[in-house]
Protein backbone atom coordinates (compact mmCIF):
# COMPACT_ATOMS: atom_id res chain seq x y z
CA UNK A 1 0.00 0.00 0.00
CA UNK A 2 1.23 3.47 -1.24
CA UNK A 3 0.74 6.48 1.26
CA UNK A 4 -1.26 9.18 -0.61
CA UNK A 5 0.18 12.66 -0.42
CA UNK A 6 -2.51 15.29 -1.25
CA UNK A 7 -1.26 16.48 -4.03
CA UNK A 8 -0.84 12.50 -5.52
CA UNK A 9 -5.10 12.14 -5.08
CA UNK A 10 -5.57 15.88 -6.50
CA UNK A 11 -3.80 14.09 -9.58
CA UNK A 12 -5.53 10.83 -9.53
CA UNK A 13 -9.10 12.77 -9.76
CA UNK A 14 -7.84 14.67 -12.30
CA UNK A 15 -6.83 11.17 -14.02
CA UNK A 16 -10.26 9.53 -13.86
CA UNK A 17 -12.07 13.05 -14.85
CA UNK A 18 -9.88 12.56 -18.05
CA UNK A 19 -10.53 8.75 -18.15
CA UNK A 20 -13.93 9.04 -17.96
CA UNK A 21 -14.42 11.95 -20.32
CA UNK A 22 -17.65 13.67 -21.10
CA UNK A 23 -19.18 10.64 -22.58
CA UNK A 24 -19.72 8.79 -19.20
CA UNK A 25 -21.75 9.26 -16.61
CA UNK A 26 -18.68 10.00 -13.52
CA UNK A 27 -17.00 11.98 -16.26
CA UNK A 28 -18.93 14.96 -16.24
CA UNK A 29 -20.09 14.76 -12.50
CA UNK A 30 -16.48 14.32 -10.81
CA UNK A 31 -15.74 17.56 -13.59
CA UNK A 32 -18.19 19.31 -11.92
CA UNK A 33 -17.34 18.59 -8.65
CA UNK A 34 -13.83 18.40 -8.74
CA UNK A 35 -13.55 22.29 -7.05
CA UNK A 36 -15.72 20.94 -3.69
CA UNK A 37 -13.86 17.67 -3.86
CA UNK A 38 -9.78 19.31 -4.02
CA UNK A 39 -11.14 21.65 -1.34
CA UNK A 40 -12.08 18.61 1.01
CA UNK A 41 -8.79 16.93 0.65
CA UNK A 42 -7.49 19.76 0.71
CA UNK A 43 -8.68 20.72 4.37
CA UNK A 44 -8.50 17.44 5.59
CA UNK A 45 -11.83 16.60 5.42
CA UNK A 46 -13.33 13.06 4.06
CA UNK A 47 -14.80 14.01 0.77
CA UNK A 48 -19.00 13.48 1.01
CA UNK A 49 -21.67 12.73 -1.73
CA UNK A 50 -22.37 15.80 -3.45
CA UNK A 51 -25.68 17.77 -3.48
CA UNK A 52 -27.54 15.44 -5.88
CA UNK A 53 -27.97 12.92 -3.20
CA UNK A 54 -28.57 15.93 -0.54
CA UNK A 55 -30.75 17.36 -2.93
CA UNK A 56 -32.85 14.30 -3.05
CA UNK A 57 -33.34 13.40 0.05
CA UNK A 58 -34.54 17.15 0.64
CA UNK A 59 -37.05 16.86 -1.88
CA UNK A 60 -38.04 13.86 -0.38
CA UNK A 61 -38.52 15.93 2.93
CA UNK A 62 -40.18 18.51 0.93
CA UNK A 63 -42.61 16.74 -1.35
CA UNK A 64 -43.70 14.73 2.47
CA UNK A 65 -44.54 18.01 4.07
CA UNK A 66 -46.33 18.65 0.57
CA UNK A 67 -48.26 16.00 1.01
CA UNK A 68 -48.91 16.43 4.36
CA UNK A 69 -50.23 19.81 3.95
CA UNK A 70 -52.53 19.27 1.42
CA UNK A 71 -54.23 16.25 3.08
CA UNK A 72 -54.42 18.43 5.60
CA UNK A 73 -55.78 21.49 3.44
CA UNK A 74 -58.26 18.55 1.77
CA UNK A 75 -59.86 17.69 5.92
CA UNK A 76 -60.33 21.12 6.29
CA UNK A 77 -62.15 22.17 2.89
CA UNK A 78 -63.56 18.69 3.64
CA UNK A 79 -64.59 19.61 6.94
CA UNK A 80 -66.54 23.32 5.71
CA UNK A 81 -68.45 21.34 2.78
CA UNK A 82 -69.81 19.23 5.46
CA UNK A 83 -70.36 22.66 7.46
CA UNK A 84 -72.30 24.45 4.81
CA UNK A 85 -73.90 21.43 3.34
CA UNK A 86 -75.53 21.13 6.74
CA UNK A 87 -76.75 24.83 7.03
CA UNK A 88 -77.67 24.91 3.41
CA UNK A 89 -80.25 21.60 4.44
CA UNK A 90 -81.44 23.57 7.49
CA UNK A 91 -82.11 26.75 5.93
CA UNK A 92 -84.10 24.94 2.70
CA UNK A 93 -86.07 23.08 5.70
CA UNK A 94 -86.38 26.05 7.62
CA UNK A 95 -87.73 27.48 4.23
CA UNK A 96 -89.87 25.18 3.32
CA UNK A 97 -91.82 25.15 6.26
CA UNK A 98 -92.39 29.48 6.28
CA UNK A 99 -93.52 28.48 2.78
CA UNK A 100 -96.36 26.06 3.93
CA UNK A 101 -97.41 28.23 7.17
CA UNK A 102 -97.76 31.24 4.53
CA UNK A 103 -99.75 28.75 2.23
CA UNK A 104 -102.28 27.15 4.87
CA UNK A 105 -102.58 30.66 6.30
CA UNK A 106 -103.89 32.18 2.71
CA UNK A 107 -105.82 29.43 2.31
CA UNK A 108 -107.55 29.70 5.81
CA UNK A 109 -108.93 33.36 4.34
CA UNK A 110 -110.07 31.84 1.62
Do not use: C
Not at 13 to 24: K, P
Not at 43 to 59: F, I, K, Q, W, Y
Not at 62 to 85: C, G, M, S, T
Amino acid sequence: MVDMTKAHEIEMLDSAIRTFGVNSYLGPWLADNRDAIVADIQSDLAVEPMLPGAARAEAVTILAAARAEAARLRQEADEYAARVKRVAHEDMARYKMDAKRALLRAAEGL
